[in-house]
Protein backbone atom coordinates (compact mmCIF):
# COMPACT_ATOMS: atom_id res chain seq x y z
CA UNK A 1 0.00 0.00 0.00
CA UNK A 2 1.41 3.30 -0.57
CA UNK A 3 2.62 5.49 2.17
CA UNK A 4 1.58 9.35 2.65
CA UNK A 5 4.73 11.23 3.75
CA UNK A 6 6.01 13.76 4.49
CA UNK A 7 7.47 14.78 0.82
CA UNK A 8 4.23 13.90 -0.28
CA UNK A 9 2.21 16.69 2.12
CA UNK A 10 4.43 19.25 0.80
CA UNK A 11 3.67 18.69 -3.13
CA UNK A 12 0.12 18.70 -2.05
CA UNK A 13 0.27 21.65 0.29
CA UNK A 14 2.05 23.55 -2.45
CA UNK A 15 0.23 22.39 -5.68
CA UNK A 16 -2.95 23.15 -3.35
CA UNK A 17 -1.64 26.60 -2.81
CA UNK A 18 -0.78 26.89 -6.77
CA UNK A 19 -4.08 25.71 -7.66
CA UNK A 20 -5.62 28.26 -5.11
CA UNK A 21 -3.80 31.55 -6.54
CA UNK A 22 -4.37 30.69 -10.14
CA UNK A 23 -8.17 30.06 -9.66
CA UNK A 24 -7.94 33.85 -7.73
CA UNK A 25 -5.58 35.37 -10.93
CA UNK A 26 -9.06 35.20 -12.71
CA UNK A 27 -11.58 35.67 -9.72
CA UNK A 28 -10.28 39.40 -7.97
CA UNK A 29 -11.25 42.41 -9.94
CA UNK A 30 -8.02 44.03 -9.06
CA UNK A 31 -5.58 43.59 -11.85
CA UNK A 32 -2.59 44.02 -9.70
CA UNK A 33 -4.10 41.59 -7.79
CA UNK A 34 -4.11 38.99 -10.51
CA UNK A 35 -0.53 39.38 -11.17
CA UNK A 36 0.70 39.26 -7.68
CA UNK A 37 -1.89 36.04 -7.04
CA UNK A 38 -0.17 34.46 -10.64
CA UNK A 39 3.63 35.21 -9.08
CA UNK A 40 2.39 33.63 -5.71
CA UNK A 41 0.84 30.52 -7.96
CA UNK A 42 4.16 30.59 -9.53
CA UNK A 43 6.33 30.48 -6.62
CA UNK A 44 4.25 27.80 -5.21
CA UNK A 45 5.22 25.67 -7.73
CA UNK A 46 8.71 26.00 -7.16
CA UNK A 47 8.44 25.49 -4.07
CA UNK A 48 6.76 22.16 -4.82
CA UNK A 49 9.64 21.18 -7.00
CA UNK A 50 11.92 21.64 -4.26
CA UNK A 51 9.55 19.20 -2.33
CA UNK A 52 10.29 17.27 -5.35
CA UNK A 53 13.54 17.23 -4.89
CA UNK A 54 14.12 19.42 -8.49
CA UNK A 55 16.74 21.97 -6.27
CA UNK A 56 17.77 23.86 -9.46
CA UNK A 57 14.84 23.62 -11.27
CA UNK A 58 12.61 24.84 -8.09
CA UNK A 59 15.08 27.84 -7.41
CA UNK A 60 15.31 28.64 -11.27
CA UNK A 61 11.47 28.52 -11.51
CA UNK A 62 10.84 31.16 -7.94
CA UNK A 63 13.89 33.60 -9.78
CA UNK A 64 12.55 33.34 -13.06
CA UNK A 65 8.57 34.35 -12.32
CA UNK A 66 9.37 36.59 -9.70
CA UNK A 67 11.12 38.55 -12.41
CA UNK A 68 8.59 37.94 -14.91
CA UNK A 69 5.85 38.37 -12.69
CA UNK A 70 6.84 41.60 -11.37
CA UNK A 71 6.88 43.10 -15.35
CA UNK A 72 3.67 41.72 -15.86
CA UNK A 73 2.51 44.00 -13.37
CA UNK A 74 4.08 46.62 -14.34
CA UNK A 75 2.41 45.99 -17.75
CA UNK A 76 -1.02 45.22 -15.96
CA UNK A 77 -0.78 49.15 -14.29
CA UNK A 78 -0.21 50.48 -18.04
CA UNK A 79 -2.57 49.00 -20.28
CA UNK A 80 -5.73 48.34 -18.08
CA UNK A 81 -8.54 50.81 -18.10
CA UNK A 82 -9.07 50.25 -14.38
CA UNK A 83 -6.13 48.22 -13.08
CA UNK A 84 -7.30 48.73 -9.32
CA UNK A 85 -10.44 46.92 -9.93
CA UNK A 86 -12.55 50.00 -8.30
CA UNK A 87 -14.95 50.17 -11.03
CA UNK A 88 -15.60 46.16 -10.65
CA UNK A 89 -15.76 45.98 -14.62
CA UNK A 90 -16.40 42.53 -16.33
CA UNK A 91 -13.25 41.68 -18.84
CA UNK A 92 -14.69 38.05 -19.37
CA UNK A 93 -16.72 36.72 -22.48
CA UNK A 94 -17.95 33.04 -23.35
CA UNK A 95 -17.81 32.43 -19.65
CA UNK A 96 -20.29 29.42 -19.52
CA UNK A 97 -18.02 27.65 -22.83
CA UNK A 98 -15.14 28.63 -20.87
CA UNK A 99 -15.79 26.78 -17.41
CA UNK A 100 -17.25 24.06 -19.76
CA UNK A 101 -13.68 23.61 -21.47
CA UNK A 102 -11.35 24.15 -18.65
CA UNK A 103 -13.57 21.18 -16.46
CA UNK A 104 -13.15 18.79 -19.48
CA UNK A 105 -10.30 19.30 -19.96
CA UNK A 106 -8.95 19.22 -16.16
CA UNK A 107 -10.76 16.12 -15.82
CA UNK A 108 -9.92 14.29 -19.11
CA UNK A 109 -5.83 15.30 -18.39
CA UNK A 110 -6.95 13.83 -14.52
CA UNK A 111 -8.51 10.75 -16.13
CA UNK A 112 -5.17 9.77 -17.96
CA UNK A 113 -2.89 10.20 -15.23
CA UNK A 114 -5.11 8.03 -13.22
CA UNK A 115 -5.83 5.42 -15.40
CA UNK A 116 -2.66 5.46 -17.58
CA UNK A 117 0.27 2.81 -16.75
CA UNK A 118 3.27 4.64 -15.33
CA UNK A 119 5.39 1.66 -14.83
CA UNK A 120 7.61 1.52 -11.78
CA UNK A 121 8.26 4.68 -9.64
CA UNK A 122 11.62 6.05 -8.33
CA UNK A 123 11.76 6.58 -4.90
CA UNK A 124 15.10 8.25 -4.54
CA UNK A 125 16.10 11.13 -6.55
CA UNK A 126 19.84 11.99 -7.30
CA UNK A 127 21.52 14.42 -5.00
CA UNK A 128 21.57 18.31 -5.81
CA UNK A 129 25.09 18.34 -6.94
CA UNK A 130 24.89 15.11 -8.59
CA UNK A 131 21.64 16.93 -10.47
CA UNK A 132 23.26 20.03 -11.04
CA UNK A 133 26.54 17.84 -12.97
CA UNK A 134 23.81 15.78 -14.83
CA UNK A 135 22.09 18.24 -16.32
CA UNK A 136 25.35 20.61 -17.03
CA UNK A 137 26.47 17.28 -19.07
CA UNK A 138 23.08 16.88 -20.57
CA UNK A 139 22.78 20.51 -22.06
CA UNK A 140 26.26 20.52 -23.21
CA UNK A 141 26.52 16.70 -24.64
CA UNK A 142 23.51 15.23 -26.79
CA UNK A 143 21.13 18.04 -25.79
CA UNK A 144 23.24 21.11 -27.30
CA UNK A 145 21.37 21.76 -30.23
CA UNK A 146 18.12 21.82 -28.59
CA UNK A 147 19.91 23.84 -26.00
CA UNK A 148 21.25 26.15 -28.06
CA UNK A 149 18.05 26.57 -30.31
CA UNK A 150 16.37 27.95 -26.81
CA UNK A 151 18.75 30.74 -26.56
CA UNK A 152 18.48 31.26 -30.28
CA UNK A 153 14.60 31.43 -30.26
CA UNK A 154 15.06 33.88 -26.87
CA UNK A 155 17.23 36.62 -29.10
CA UNK A 156 14.60 36.30 -31.87
CA UNK A 157 12.09 36.74 -29.63
CA UNK A 158 13.41 39.64 -28.31
CA UNK A 159 14.83 41.64 -31.22
CA UNK A 160 10.82 40.47 -32.79
CA UNK A 161 9.03 42.20 -29.64
CA UNK A 162 11.42 45.52 -29.85
CA UNK A 163 10.69 45.53 -33.60
CA UNK A 164 7.09 45.55 -33.10
CA UNK A 165 6.59 47.74 -30.27
CA UNK A 166 8.80 50.02 -31.90
CA UNK A 167 6.54 53.41 -33.13
CA UNK A 168 5.31 53.12 -36.79
CA UNK A 169 6.80 56.64 -37.58
CA UNK A 170 9.87 56.40 -36.20
CA UNK A 171 10.58 53.07 -38.31
CA UNK A 172 9.43 55.03 -40.95
CA UNK A 173 12.15 57.97 -40.31
CA UNK A 174 14.92 54.67 -40.02
CA UNK A 175 14.46 53.12 -42.86
CA UNK B 1 1.21 4.13 -8.50
CA UNK B 2 3.07 6.46 -6.05
CA UNK B 3 0.88 9.01 -4.19
CA UNK B 4 3.54 11.58 -5.25
CA UNK B 5 3.11 11.09 -8.75
CA UNK B 6 -0.98 11.25 -8.57
CA UNK B 7 -0.85 14.30 -6.86
CA UNK B 8 1.58 16.49 -8.93
CA UNK B 9 -0.27 15.03 -12.29
CA UNK B 10 -3.70 16.36 -10.64
CA UNK B 11 -2.27 19.34 -9.50
CA UNK B 12 -0.79 19.59 -13.58
CA UNK B 13 -4.22 19.05 -14.51
CA UNK B 14 -5.83 21.82 -12.65
CA UNK B 15 -3.48 24.08 -13.54
CA UNK B 16 -4.31 23.29 -17.50
CA UNK B 17 -7.92 23.91 -16.77
CA UNK B 18 -7.78 27.17 -14.76
CA UNK B 19 -5.46 28.23 -17.73
CA UNK B 20 -7.29 27.13 -20.35
CA UNK B 21 -10.15 28.61 -18.30
CA UNK B 22 -8.75 31.98 -18.24
CA UNK B 23 -7.36 31.70 -21.52
CA UNK B 24 -10.51 31.36 -23.30
CA UNK B 25 -12.81 33.62 -20.71
CA UNK B 26 -10.62 36.84 -20.72
CA UNK B 27 -10.97 39.81 -22.90
CA UNK B 28 -7.84 41.20 -21.86
CA UNK B 29 -4.52 40.43 -24.09
CA UNK B 30 -2.46 40.62 -20.75
CA UNK B 31 -5.02 38.52 -18.93
CA UNK B 32 -5.11 35.98 -21.26
CA UNK B 33 -1.21 35.84 -21.69
CA UNK B 34 -1.88 34.97 -17.89
CA UNK B 35 -4.06 31.48 -18.78
CA UNK B 36 -1.54 30.20 -21.32
CA UNK B 37 0.96 31.02 -18.43
CA UNK B 38 -0.81 28.71 -16.12
CA UNK B 39 -1.33 26.15 -19.14
CA UNK B 40 2.58 26.21 -19.69
CA UNK B 41 2.29 25.92 -15.72
CA UNK B 42 0.99 22.62 -15.97
CA UNK B 43 2.89 21.11 -18.54
CA UNK B 44 6.11 22.25 -16.13
CA UNK B 45 5.05 20.25 -12.88
CA UNK B 46 3.74 17.10 -15.23
CA UNK B 47 7.88 17.60 -16.50
CA UNK B 48 9.18 17.45 -13.17
CA UNK B 49 7.05 14.79 -11.67
CA UNK B 50 8.09 12.50 -14.89
CA UNK B 51 11.46 12.93 -14.22
CA UNK B 52 11.65 12.58 -10.02
CA UNK B 53 9.22 9.76 -9.83
CA UNK B 54 9.77 7.94 -13.60
CA UNK B 55 13.17 8.39 -15.04
CA UNK B 56 15.49 10.72 -12.42
CA UNK B 57 18.55 9.00 -13.81
CA UNK B 58 17.79 11.00 -17.39
CA UNK B 59 18.33 14.70 -17.30
CA UNK B 60 17.00 15.00 -20.64
CA UNK B 61 13.55 15.79 -18.65
CA UNK B 62 14.82 18.54 -17.05
CA UNK B 63 16.22 19.80 -20.40
CA UNK B 64 12.27 19.20 -20.90
CA UNK B 65 11.79 21.96 -18.23
CA UNK B 66 14.16 24.41 -19.79
CA UNK B 67 12.61 24.25 -22.59
CA UNK B 68 9.12 24.62 -21.81
CA UNK B 69 10.55 27.75 -19.38
CA UNK B 70 12.15 29.28 -22.19
CA UNK B 71 8.84 28.47 -23.89
CA UNK B 72 7.23 31.23 -21.14
CA UNK B 73 9.75 34.02 -21.64
CA UNK B 74 9.42 33.98 -25.32
CA UNK B 75 5.46 34.57 -25.03
CA UNK B 76 5.64 36.96 -22.94
CA UNK B 77 8.13 38.93 -24.50
CA UNK B 78 6.42 38.66 -28.27
CA UNK B 79 2.78 39.13 -26.03
CA UNK B 80 3.91 42.62 -24.90
CA UNK B 81 5.48 43.53 -27.87
CA UNK B 82 2.04 43.15 -29.52
CA UNK B 83 0.83 44.45 -26.26
CA UNK B 84 2.44 47.87 -26.91
CA UNK B 85 1.92 47.98 -30.87
CA UNK B 86 -1.70 47.08 -30.03
CA UNK B 87 -2.18 49.80 -27.36
CA UNK B 88 -0.25 52.80 -29.57
CA UNK B 89 -2.58 51.78 -32.41
CA UNK B 90 -6.23 51.24 -30.71
CA UNK B 91 -5.25 52.65 -27.26
CA UNK B 92 -6.65 49.10 -25.52
CA UNK B 93 -5.71 45.73 -25.48
CA UNK B 94 -9.06 44.46 -25.13
CA UNK B 95 -9.57 41.45 -27.73
CA UNK B 96 -13.19 41.89 -28.36
CA UNK B 97 -12.10 44.91 -30.23
CA UNK B 98 -9.33 43.57 -32.42
CA UNK B 99 -11.77 41.75 -35.23
CA UNK B 100 -9.53 43.56 -38.59
CA UNK B 101 -8.46 39.54 -39.49
CA UNK B 102 -12.22 38.87 -39.29
CA UNK B 103 -13.45 37.70 -42.49
Avoid: C
Avoid at chain 1, 13 to 18: D, E, P, Q, V
Avoid at chain 1, 52 to 80: D, H, P
Avoid at chain 2, 50 to 76: C, D, K, N
Amino acid sequence: MAVITLQTFFIALFGIAALWFGVVVFRTSSMMRSALALLFSQTALGAMFLAMQAEFLGVLQIMMMATEMSIMAIFMVMFMMDPGGLGEMDMTHQKRLSIAAGVIGALAVSGVALFAHWGPTATVAPAAAEQIRGLGTELLGRSMIIFETAGVTILTAMIAATAVAMPVLQRKKTS
Amino acid sequence: MSPDLLTALIVGAGLFGIGLYGALSQTNLVMIMMGVELILAGALVNLVAFWRFLHPESYAGQMFVLIVMTVMAVEMAVGFGVAIARFRARGSVEMEEARELKG
